[in-house]
Structure formats: C-alpha cells, structure tokens
C-alpha cells in the first residue's frame, strides 16, 4: 500500500492514449485483445482530468467505490490473473488481501494517486508480456480449476467492461461528463 506518499500540489490524471476499436474482422486472439486494449483505454479515459479528491470521491452509500478504487482493483486483477496465473509468479495482490478483501477501496483516503496510476500502467505493461508469450490454449492451476489464457483473456474484458459501467456512473456524479 502506498502509506501517507502525497501526490504534487495541482495534480490531474493526464489525458488517455487514443482508443482503437477492436477489430471487426480478425482472428480470436486480436479480436480478444482488441477489445480488452480497447477496454483498458475507456477506464483511462475516465479518470483522465481529475485531480485527488475527485478521483477519491465515493459513490453513494454504503458503496466505498470510487474511481482511485477502481485503479487499485484494476491493478491488483491485472497482476493476479497474468503474474501470478498465467505466469505462474509468486507474486499477491498489493492493495486487497483476504484479511482486507476491500483494502482497494476501503483506503483511498490515504491512497497516493500518481502512485496507483502507474501502478496500474505497470501492471497493464507485465499483463501484455506475459500474454504476447502464452498461447491462448495453456493452461495454469488456479483455485477453482485449470484455466486457459483464453478464459484469462476473456474474464479481462468482462472486468474492464463491468468497471467501466461503475466508472461512468462515478464520473458523471463527480463533473456532469458522459460518454463511451
């Protein structure tokens, strides 16, 4: 966790990279891809412009959702699935544990955003390693079974896709701004 680290006085999340469809004719793998980068660029740009308080800002109770929390889940789902999954690396997730299974969101208050974000950078990097070096078809143990790239894959673009949805309602309530 990021402990008491302060972000500079000003700061804002800076703009998204420019989104890409995902291909409307392709293979199953740059299809999958396409949509999860495709997925990953509508989260960033949902936070981009927004400065600490508003990206700490809770949706409505008892939610603890907000936007920075939804960087942290992002990033630890991120790590999870292809360090520890599909890469097989002893590595945990750093912001929720099964002694705080919402420490993601339950600790924005004190949550460094600069920091976070590029976590999240850094863990969308690793991801696209680990993925550029499996095939769809190999396999891993996990806790509810042997699991596929491909399903790794897939449950990617359900998670951007389901947290994009909440990030919307979040951004809307923070500054009015709506859209894909």
């Known amino acids: 966790m990021t402990g008491s680290r302060r972000e500079p006085a000003g700061f804002t999340v800076p703009a998204a990279p420019q989104r890409h469809e995902a291909p409307h004719v392709g293979d199953e793998r740059s299809t999958l ?3 999860l980068e495709y997925h990953r660029t509508t989260f960033a740009r949902k936070v981009e412009g927004l400065g600490t308080e508003q990206l700490r800002r809770r949706s409505v ?5 907000s936007l920075l929390g939804l960087v942290r889940h992002l990033a630890d789902v991120e790590r999870v699935w292809w360090q520890a999954g599909v890469a097989g690396e002893d590595v945990r997730a750093r912001y929720w544990s099964d002694a705080d299974p919402d420490g993601e969101f339950d600790r924005v208050e004190e949550a460094d955003p600069v920091h976070d974000l590029a976590e999240l ?3 969308q990097d690793l991801a696209r390693a680990v993925l550029a ?5 190999d396999t891993f143990e996990h806790r509810q079974g042997t699991t596929s790239v491909r399903w790794v894959l897939a449950h990617l673009v359900e998670e951007y896709a ?7 309602l979040l951004r809307e309530r923070i500054d009015g701004a709506t859209g894909e």
């Open 133 to 137: 070096a499996h095939d769809l078809d």
């Open 121 to 123: 950078a850094t863990q």
């Open 162 to 168: 389901r947290h994009n949805g909440h990030a919307d």
């Open 33 to 35: 891809e396409g949509f």
């Open 61 to 65: 109770e008892p939610s603890s959702m």
